[in-house]
C-alpha cells in the first residue's frame, strides 16, 4: 500500500522500535544504533511525508512510536471523515449509495481504508489522544469486520486486529470492577413470542464469546446495557444475492511452446485495465504447474534482476509459484519461464494462472 521510501521505511522502524520496548534476544548495540538512525531519518524527512493518506498514516504511526515532533505535523496532515461518532480515513473514496435499510446497500470498504484507520487507531493510542477519539475510530473499524471477525485481506487484518486488540487491553486496564450488564430481547415479525437472554460480564468471563441465533427473521431485537464497562455486540446476517460480474482488473495472456521433449516455454503478459488508476498495488501472479513439471530456480532467479519487470520475489510450493510485483501498470509486465518435466504423468488435468492486487485481491 505504501508508496514512498518513507512510509516503507517507516514501517520497517515502527518494528525495529516495538522490539527495542518490548526486549529482544539480540545486540543491543546494533539495535540501539539502528533505533537512533530511524529516528534521526523520520525526523529529518517529516515535514514532506503527506503526498497520500496512506504514506500519512504509516508515518504518522512511526513517528508516533519514535516520540518526536514530527507526529504532530504528520498526523495533522490526514483527513479525517467524522459521521455520527464515527471517524476513518480513506485511501480510496467510496462512492454513496442513495438506498437505505437494505442489505444490497452495504459494500466492504476498500482495504487500504481499513488498513489506513488502524493505524489511525495506533497512532492515536500513541499520542495520548483523548479516548473518545479512539472509540470513534475503533467503532468504524469493527464494523467493517465480516462475520469470522477478519477484514478484506490478510495486510488490513492484522493492523486492524492489532489496533483493535491494544485498546481492548487499554480499555479494561481503566474498568471499573463493577460488572457489565447485558440483556436483549427478540421478536420476530411472524409471531407474538419474545426470545430474550440476560449476560454478566465481569473479569471471570470477559474473554467468553457469547453467542445466541435468532430465529425467525426478521424481527425487532433491542438490547439493554448498564454497569461500567466496554463491550462489543456485533450481529451477523447471512443472505445470498445475485450481483453483477465486475470487469476484471488485470488482463491476462499466456502462450506455451515447445522447446524439446521435456522442457516447454511459458511466456506471460498481464496488464492493469482498471480506469480509475494506472497502476496495481503490489500484484500477485500465481502458476499452477501441471503434474510432473517444476521451474528452473535460476532462471527465475534472474528475473529479479530486471529492472522493467520490477519482480520482488518469487516462491515456490508444491506445484503452485507466486511472483510478487512491486505494481503492475497498463504497459503491463511480460516474462518468459521454462517448465521443466521431471515425470510423466497420465491423464494430466488443466491448470491456472491469476493475478490479483495483493491488497484489493478481491
Given at each position: 500500500?505504501?508508496?514512498t521510501a ?13 522490539l ?36 500519512a ?6 513517528t ?30 467510496t462512492?454513496?449509495?442513495?438506498c437505505r ?7 466492504p ?25 479512539q ?13 469470522k471477525?477478519?477484514?478484506?485481506s490478510?495486510?488490513?487484518?492484522v ?16 474498568r471499573?470492577?463493577e ?64 450481483e ?13 511452446s ?20 494506472n ?21 527465475l ?6 529492472s ?35 515425470m ?5 488435468q ?13
Amino acid at each position: 500500500g505504501g508508496s514512498t521510501a518513507y512510509s516503507h521505511t517507516a514501517y520497517v522502524c515502527t518494528g525495529l522500535f516495538e522490539l527495542a520496548e518490548n526486549g529482544c534476544n539480540c545486540s543491543s548495540e546494533d539495535l540501539n544504533t539502528a533505533v537512533k538512525k530511524c529516528r534521526n531519518y523520520l525526523s529529518r524527512e517529516a515535514p514532506l511525508q503527506t503526498n497520500t493518506p496512506y504514506a500519512a498514516a504509516i508515518s504518522c504511526y512511526g513517528t508516533s512510536v519514535a516520540g518526536h515532533d514530527g507526529a504532530q505535523l504528520i498526523c495533522g496532515a490526514l483527513d479525517v471523515h467524522k459521521q455520527e461518532n464515527v471517524c476513518h480515513w480513506e485511501q480510496e473514496r467510496t462512492p454513496p449509495t442513495n438506498c437505505r435499510n437494505s442489505w444490497r446497500c452495504h459494500k466492504p470498504q476498500p482495504t487500504a481504508n481499513v488498513e489506513i484507520t488502524a493505524y489511525g487507531l495506533l497512532a492515536s493510542m500513541r499520542r495520548g489522544r483523548p479516548i473518545s477519539e479512539q472509540t470513534c475510530i475503533a467503532k468504524w473499524l469493527t464494523a467493517q469486520r465480516n462475520s469470522k471477525g477478519g477484514f478484506g485481506s490478510t495486510q488490513d487484518t492484522v493492523v486492524a486486529i492489532d489496533a483493535l486488540s491494544e485498546l481492548a487491553a487499554k480499555l479494561h486496564s481503566d474498568r471499573s470492577p463493577e460488572p457489565l450488564q447485558i440483556s436483549y430481547r427478540y421478536k420476530p415479525h411472524s409471531t407474538q413470542a419474545f426470545d430474550t437472554e440476560s449476560y454478566t460480564l465481569n473479569d471471570r468471563n470477559q474473554l467468553v464469546l457469547f453467542k445466541r441465533e435468532l430465529r425467525p427473521i426478521p424481527g425487532v431485537l433491542h438490547v439493554r446495557i448498564s454497569g461500567a464497562g466496554s463491550a462489543l455486540i456485533e450481529i451477523s446476517t447471512r443472505y445470498n444475492v445475485r450481483e453483477d460480474v465486475p470487469d476484471a482488473a488485470f488482463s491476462l495472456s499466456r502462450n506455451v511452446s515447445k522447446i524439446d521433449e521435456k522442457k516447454h516455454s511459458l511466456q506471460i503478459c498481464a496488464r492493469w485495465q482498471k480506469k480509475e488508476t494506472n497502476a496495481s498495488n503490489m500484484a500477485l501472479l500465481t502458476i499452477k504447474l501441471p503434474s510432473g513439471y517444476t521451474v528452473v530456480a535460476e532462471e527465475l532467479d534472474e528475473l529479479k534482476g530486471s529492472s522493467g519487470l520490477q519482480l520482488e520475489r518469487w516462491d515456490l510450493s508444491g506445484r503452485d509459484v507466486f511472483f510478487y510485483f512491486e505494481s503492475i501498470d497498463r504497459s503491463g509486465k511480460c516474462f518468459n519461464m521454462t517448465m521443466d518435466q521431471e515425470m510423466v504423468i497420465d491423464k494430466k488435468q488443466p491448470t491456472f494462472i491469476r493475478v490479483q492486487d495483493y491488497y484489493e485481491p478481491a
